[in-house]
């Protein structure tokens, strides 16, 4: 199913650049070339182990032709995600925390439309953490790579605000000793971020 999703992604990235293509907008086309730049904050919801949790964090980025962006987040988990360990061999409760940041490119078609879709690719490294809440000890930890794929909705509020809701699905890899399974921590995201700049 993952991978399915991930095809579809990138098919309907596909055709978007396809289409910009026939209206001779792209980048080796282009007569000219303008750059802007782009920050804001950001707020996702997760679901690892089946529980709901919130991300918070920021992301930055050059813009190109007002249709391409390379750009750096970063992004960790409110407080902590509580879970019975039983099923991981620890009767007592526990807590898991995780956080990550790296770098991101975005395509967005039709930015000027008051409404236009855009697609990202961002890929971090970060690392996540259980502790046991009875003795306020960690108990295991890793470093983890993350890749998201996300399609989202731009809504400009002018010339340089956007709010963007956007979705897309969160693959966790781990070291191998870590107690959480990667499925566990790997689920949908579902979230909104704010782009100030010039665009």
Not at 88 to 108: A, K, Q, R, T
């Amino acid at each position: 199913m993952r991978i399915s999703i991930l095809s579809i992604f990138l098919f309907s990235l596909t055709l978007n650049v396809v289409a910009q293509k026939k209206e001779n907008n792209t980048l080796l086309h282009c007569d000219s070339l303008s750059w802007g730049a782009y920050g804001g904050p950001r707020v996702s919801l997760i679901n690892p182990l089946g529980k709901t949790a919130f991300m918070v964090g920021g992301h930055g980025a050059l813009v190109l032709n007002s249709q391409f962006a390379i750009g750096g987040f970063g992004q960790g988990m409110i407080g902590f995600s509580d879970f019975n360990g039983a099923r991981y061999g620890d009767d007592n409760p526990l807590e898991l925390s995780m956080g990550y940041g790296g770098i991101f490119l975005e395509y967005m078609p039709f930015r000027h439309k008051l409404l236009h879709p855009s697609f990202s690719l961002p890929i971090g490294l970060g690392g996540a953490s259980v502790k046991d809440v009875n003795s306020d000890s960690k108990i295991s930890k890793t470093t983890l790579v993350a890749f998201t794929p996300r399609v989202g909705f731009d809504f400009n509020l002018g010339q340089t605000a956007v709010i963007s809701l956007f979705a897309g699905y969160q693959f966790i890899k781990t070291n191998d000793v870590f107690m959480i399974a990667e499925q566990d921590l790997s689920g949908w995201e579902l979230g909104i971020n704010v782009k100030l700049g010039k665009f």
